[in-house]
């Protein structure tokens, strides 16, 4: 009967180990649900939505070639991973039984209201018409938020 304890520092590890890995899926998982959302709904062009996301960085240089498509895929999924970890030791980690709808519903408003303030800062930002606006707090509520809750 030999019951082995782990020490609070192991299972620390473990857990925050593991946490990561589940953010970084849901980070990768949401990256794509929330840019087939608009794709799908002809609200936003395929590829060049992410010649659109390479613009924040390197400007409108970005649309002059295919090759900034590469730049924009890597910032897309570099920042939903990084929303998912914030999300992952932000909230889940403090409050793991805590369900997920209304946390993935606030934390979805928070990275679209967050995404759209960078967006003006990098000068970047479109009109937000109110069927604009619709979809994108579909797309990241439903598409991002609540995955990255789950």
Same mark, same amino acid.
């Given at each position: *009967?030999?019951? &082995?304890?782990?020490?609070?520092?192991? @299972?620390?590890?473990?857990?925050?180990?593991?946490?990561?890995?589940?953010?970084? %899926?849901?980070?990768? !998982?949401?990256?794509?649900?929330?840019?087939?959302?608009?794709?799908?709904?002809?609200?936003?062009?395929?590829?060049?939505?992410?010649?659109?996301?390479?613009?924040?960085?390197?400007?409108?240089?970005?649309?002059?070639?295919?090759?900034?498509? #590469?730049?924009?895929?890597?910032?897309?999924?570099?920042?939903?991973?990084? #929303?998912? $970890?914030?999300?992952?030791?932000? #909230?889940?980690?403090? &409050?793991?039984?805590?369900? #997920? %709808?209304?946390?993935?519903? %606030?934390?979805?408003?928070?990275? *679209? !209201?967050? *995404?759209?303030?960078?967006? *003006?800062?990098?000068? %970047?930002?479109?009109?937000?018409?109110?069927?604009?606006?619709?979809? @994108? $707090?579909?797309? &990241?509520?439903?598409?991002?938020?609540?995955? @990255?809750?789950?």
């Amino acid at each position: *009967m030999g019951s &082995h304890i782990q020490p609070a520092s192991a @299972v620390s590890k473990s857990f925050t180990g593991r946490l990561a890995g589940r953010a970084i %899926v849901a980070g990768i !998982v949401s990256g794509i649900l929330v840019d087939l959302f608009p794709i799908l709904a002809h609200a936003a062009p395929f590829p060049a939505i992410y010649q659109f996301i390479a613009s924040a960085l390197v400007g409108k240089v970005a649309f002059t070639s295919a090759s900034y498509i #590469w730049l924009g895929v890597a910032i897309h999924f570099a920042v939903s991973i990084g #929303w998912a $970890l914030l999300y992952a030791y932000g #909230w889940y980690a403090r &409050h793991p039984s805590e369900r #997920w %709808v209304w946390p993935g519903l %606030v934390f979805g408003i928070i990275v *679209m !209201v967050v *995404m759209q303030i960078i967006q *003006m800062i990098a000068h %970047v930002a479109q009109p937000i018409t109110v069927k604009r606006g619709i979809l @994108v $707090l579909i797309a &990241h509520i439903v598409f991002f938020g609540w995955p @990255v809750a789950l």
